[in-house]
DNA sequence: CGAAAAGTTAACATTAACTTAATCTTTAAA
DNA sequence: TTTAAAGATTAAGTTAATGTTAACTTTTCG
């Protein structure tokens, strides 16, 4: 079942865009506020949180901004509330993090159709969604931000904990070096030709040589 | 080599577009009005189209609905420039078959990100949603860029994983000279007389000899 | 603020993959 | 049966892709 997190501080909003979405089927949580909205984040992980960015104490900027900072949320779709001309914060919502932005007023037809779209663009990262992952001798804890072998913990950076969970989601599949761009760094950051390879030297290093394969010119892959 | 029609009345937008795609080097056609971009598509076959929505005479929405209606087209993604506050015309573009907009005014950088992502989009659905291959006794996996005969796990380097791939997608066709080059190494490579036989000969190597059969002066087909 | 950690870049090294070249073998037509 | 053309084989050469290290930059957090 499709979960779908709103966090606005007009209740008005809030049960408008409920109400229209649970027509369609979704599971719909709300929150009025960015503190809580980040609480529901963690409890419920949903497929997709809506946040407006006009919110008194912490604008929707700042949450997306928190809930991109846990990595075990990067793969969560994030779209914007915005009212119609509130240009410049299009732009920062997407630097933050966020997925696509929807301008109010709403028109239901419109919401139910971005939402759509939205959910569609992300079904191929489904298979990721239990909080810890158990693949050969490692348990990758996602919300943890570690990994254990054995008695042993394993702490990793953000990023090199990014590119394992991702290698990791699809175990034995190859992911080319674009994959990996996009989906880590996404498409508007452009990165040198060494940093995967860095990264994935640094997890080597860390977690031993027989994980992570290459295969020249196609790509890496998680091998177990 | 990559091809991109753009769609616009507004020629300033055109070159504009044009110029950028072009730096990229991307192979760049243009059209002033839907028709002519219907007819331009049907000729050069690109592999991403960009419309205006706005244009005099035929919008870009039934431009899409046009090219779209044409089967052999299915698969060519199609992106939509639209103004910012054009609401409902994003709508339709998803519901008629368009794959993403783009919203004006454009920053080049935000363009060539967009484009890219929308072209990688297409080649990883490509080997994501192939489904595994079988043929005789061997499982072609091009997800994990790997076959399976039984329980062995044969790896392969990227030219030979791709010739397999090719000669296999239509099992006993005879795929000549040329067609391999061409398919494998593009019209803009030239590679050596002996390449191909020497890539043949590794796979026969690590696979076994009857799987690929010569057929002298005309080409090697895939035996089973 | 300022130190430590994380992330990125850049220069150079290494290596697997790929291509070429030289030579040998097979094939099929005259 | 001869012979020329096509293909096979092998090893050696070349290149493109990745690995490695350290320096540099940015971010994080006390």
Redesign the interface.
């Known amino acids: 079942m499709t979960k779908i997190l709103i966090v606005d501080d007009e209740i008005d909003i809030l049960d408008f865009l409920s109400y229209n979405l649970k027509k369609e089927g979704f599971d719909v949580i709300t929150a009025s506020n960015g503190k809580m909205g980040i609480e529901l984040v963690r409890q419920h992980r949903p497929n997709l949180v809506i946040l407006d960015i006009m919110m008194p104490e912490m604008d929707g900027i700042e949450v997306c901004r928190r809930i991109r900072a846990q990595p075990e949320f990067n793969e969560t779709t994030i779209a914007f509330l915005t009212a119609?001309d509130e240009?410049l914060s299009q732009i920062n919502a997407l630097d933050v993090g966020g997925d696509d932005y929807i301008?109010k007023p709403i028109?239901p037809?419109?919401l139910i159709?971005?939402v759509k779209?939205l959910l569609r663009r992300n079904k191929?990262d489904d298979a990721t969604n239990s909080p810890i992952i158990k693949i050969g001798d490692l348990e990758i804890d996602r919300q943890k931000v570690q990994i254990l072998r054995g008695e042993e913990v394993i702490e990793l950076p953000r990023k090199e904990f990014e590119l394992i969970v991702l290698l990791v989601s699809?175990p034995?599949?190859?992911f080319t070096r674009?994959?990996i761009y996009?989906k880590i760094w996404g498409?508007?950051v452009?990165v040198g030709d060494r940093t995967i390879d860095v990264h994935i030297r640094k997890l080597r290093e860390k977690l031993g040589e027989n994980y992570i394969k290459t295969?020249?010119?196609?790509g890496y892959?998680f091998d177990f």
Chains 1, 2 share one sequence.
Not at 215 to 218: A, M, P
């Open positions: 119609r240009d301008s028109k037809q419109v159709s971005r779209a191929l699809k034995g599949k190859v674009e994959e996009s498409n508007d452009i295969l020249k010119g196609i892959k």
